[in-house]
Nanobody, 124 residues
């Protein structure tokens, strides 16, 4: 069974940090581009970041540039999203997704496999 599982979400104060993990089971991530998306209540799903299958190319939404860093460890079949300087507007459910492509893409319809999501809440 092909599965993506996110972890690492939680409650953090503004200015704090979290590291999200996206672990794959049932398939290897080596040949997949991985994207992180988020959805806040009442808002559309937003592409946050993506990384190519090799890890050599990344992309970020303007709202998170300079604060978030995506990385991958194919040996561990895991992708990470390091989130620093968190703001209340970063509050959302964060999802990782895998696309059978070498190339990074933040368009959600390019992705075949999705995790169940992890809640990130930034509040004092």
């Amino acid at each position: 069974q092909l599965q993506l599982v996110e972890s690492g979400g939680g409650l953090v104060q503004p200015g704090g940090s979290l590291r999200l993990s996206c672990a794959a089971s049932g398939f290897t991530l080596d040949y997949y581009a991985i994207g992180w998306f988020r959805q806040a209540p009442g808002k559309e799903r937003e592409g946050v970041s993506c990384i190519s299958s090799s890890g050599g190319s990344t992309n970020y939404a303007d709202s998170v540039k300079g604060r978030f860093t995506i990385s991958r460890d194919n040996a561990k079949n895991t992708v990470y999203l390091q989130m620093n300087s968190l703001k209340p507007e970063d509050t959302a459910v964060y999802y990782c997704a895998a696309a059978p492509s070498r190339f990074c893409d933040t368009r959600y319809y390019k992705y075949n496999y999705w995790g169940q999501g992890t809640q990130v809440t930034v509040s004092s």
